[in-house]
């Protein structure tokens, strides 16, 4: 059965990026899209943007200006890359995948706490 | 953007009850919405597809309706293990975006 685990460190400074992987066990990387979304403490979730197997990915317009989203086939990995951060990037961090480009998320990691703070 | 508007909030409710939870689309969105189960601390976890497409293995007390603006979650029977938050997701377009979130509480 498909697994994904978030793993990265949980206290990044100020103006610092932010950096994240998605491990996927119990099965390869493939034709499917892999998303990153965060939910900042007591508020709604966010979908922050994904990458597809073929490279391609899409963010959040919102986001777009400091994200990037890659991918390490060879290891079953996939990251997030957040620059220029603020106490308002405080969130817990969620991968997912989808097998559509016009699916919803069917598989989603646990969660990762990442607070900004010096 | 498609904002969601998702209601209640919170509610209480007892084992055995029905509970029902709304999500409303800023736009139609045909049937592209999804309902999740979440716990703290554990991997959020899809209830329905397609507004009203059970996922396998989810029991049967969990369902779904509505289409283009009006979306609806009904726990027929309540049990323990579903005290939880449940959030809607609208993947008719991108950003993708999410409902507010209904915290389910025992009363």
């Known amino acids: 059965q498909v697994q994904l685990q978030e793993s990265g460190p949980g206290l990044v400074k100020p103006s610092e990026t932010l950096s994240l992987t998605c491990t996927v066990s119990g099965g390869s990387i493939t034709h499917y899209y892999y998303n990153w979304i965060r939910q900042p403490p007591g508020k709604g979730l966010e979908w922050i943007g994904y990458i597809y197997y073929d490279g391609s990915t899409k963010y959040n317009p919102s986001l777009e200006s400091r994200v990037t989203i890659s991918m390490d086939t060879s290891n079953d990995q996939f990251s997030l890359k957040l620059r220029s951060v603020t106490a308002a990037d405080t969130a817990v961090y969620f991968c997912?995948?989808?097998?559509?480009?016009?699916?919803?998320?069917?598989?989603w990691g646990p969660g990762t706490v990442v607070t900004v703070s010096s | 953007d498609i904002q969601m508007t998702q209601s209640p909030s919170s509610l209480s409710a007892s084992v055995g009850d029905r509970v029902t939870i709304t999500c409303r689309a800023s736009?139609?969105?045909?049937?592209?919405l999804g309902w999740y189960q979440q716990k703290p601390g554990k991997a959020p976890k899809r209830l329905i597809y397609?507004?009203?497409s059970l996922q396998s293995g989810v029991p049967s007390r969990f369902s779904g309706s509505g289409s283009g603006t009006e979306f609806t979650l009904t726990i027929t029977s309540l049990q323990p293990e579903d005290f939880a938050t449940y959030f809607c997701l609208q993947y008719n377009s991108y950003p993708r975006t999410f409902g507010g979130g209904t915290k389910v509480e025992v009363k």
């Open positions: 736009q139609g969105i045909r049937i592209e």
């Open positions: 397609g507004a009203s």
């Open positions: 997912a995948t989808h097998l559509g480009y016009r699916d919803g998320f069917d598989l």
